[in-house]
DNA sequence: TCAAAAGTGTTGTTGATACACCCATGA
DNA sequence: TCATGGGTGTATCAACAACACTTTTGA
């Protein structure tokens, strides 16, 4: 054996784990997609979506590959949130588990994937007791969402490609948890000139019908290559 | 054995590891604190101070417990960056490594430390080329420093608990990597009140002397209370 | 014709920026 | 007395917050 190899495999070696906190929004409430746990410790109990690091595969491959399995998703928005390492976290043994939030357009989460793993989407304020720490996790991941929803366009990930703007201000009025006012709203997100309005409108609100609208990223990019960058 | 712990058995085991970036302010300059790597691979390479997790400690302890072993300090500001995945990012075996980046007030680092641990101080700017991920660790610290500084009162970590304000404003100026106007930079931080001026000078640095302050951490404590916050 | 949601500008206030001179002291 | 860094106030401008009415349309 290596010399180095062997220094290394005088150290322990730990399981390590990842949960995602995956949130979604869906006539106008934020939600969270949780499930019943299906093995021990805590079999049957709420939990985040999580899963074992494999052998052959990086941090950010798993936590894609667990969100792919259980909800048929890729190309999700996702970030790593924080490791968390307790001793005691697992009654079940040592496990290191990886922290990742995703936002996903709820209204591409199909049913039948809710059925096979028992899933629901949960209204963030009627949060259910989740697991081990998982409730620490969704709260720290809501704050990093509020955070990063200020100042980075990333309420279009929540949404469908073709939104209306009382839709995305209703996002961000669930977001932030709190109402806006919506002349400076529509001001303040127009001016950036990030979005594409076309000439449909979504008839399904309202009698009067809104005007539908499409993120343009690569608007958004110049923004940011002109150092001003997004803002709401 | 238990089933779960069978469960959870099957699962692969991984080294995790910690790394520090560790920063410091002086004479002006941010700082940096790496060191000579000693053991196999890249012994000899310039490297952020880091360790292996133990199996009975949290992650948190053992940043702490690096950062005491090498520094010598405690209570010190530390929170955690990343954590690096990638299967090959270590040649010598795959490891899971855990970076915090930590602010050291540098007058409190002693020399013998230094002696004791090849450790040095470098300027951020003349950074050297550091092994495997850690040059990237060093800007992702770096940019999450700027924001920190930018929204919290953690400049305070940097500098001596007396400080002046010339002092404390050089100490942005190197973290923003920019210059600031010293009226408005003393007006917005004289008006969060949450310094005290202290009768003495400082008369190090010129002729006239500049008052010394001291960062008091319960009228601090009432911003945040009152929601306002820090902001520089 | 009415109910319900969509759309639209202006004004006052507040916070940010730009800017130049006097002060205190030791050499 | 002079060189060096420390300390101080005001005017302008830009961004934010507050606020109410008209439009469209299906029932």
Known sequence: ?????????QHPRFHVALDCIIFGFDRGELKLLIHKRRFEPFMGHWSLFGGFLKADESLTDAA??????????????????????????????????????????????SASYSQRY????VNLHELPGLIMDHNDMVEKGLRRLRRRAASQPIGFELLPRE?????????????????????????????MDVLIK???KDM??????????????????????AGTGFAI
Not at 64 to 93: S, V
Not at 166 to 187: M, T, V
């Open 118 to 121: 028992g899933a629901t989407w």
């Open 204 to 225: 399904t609100q309202s009698r009067k019908g809104a005007y539908l609208y499409r993120f343009d990223r690569r608007k958004y990019q110049r923004l940011v290559e």
């Open 64 to 109: 894609n590959r667990i969100l792919k399995e259980l909800t048929g998703l890729e190309h999700i928005y996702m970030e790593e949130l924080q490791t968390y390492g307790e001793i005691d976290r697992d009654p079940a043994g040592r496990v290191i588990s990886v922290a990742y939030y995703a936002l996903i357009p709820a209204h591409r989460y």
């Open 163 to 191: 939104f209306t703007l009382p839709q995305i201000q209703s996002l961000y009025e669930a977001i932030f948890g709190s109402s806006l006012d919506k002349r400076n709203f529509r001001k303040k997100l127009l001016s």
């Open 1 to 9: 054996m290596d010399p180095e190899i062997q220094y290394y495999a």
């Open 198 to 200: 076309l000439e449909k």
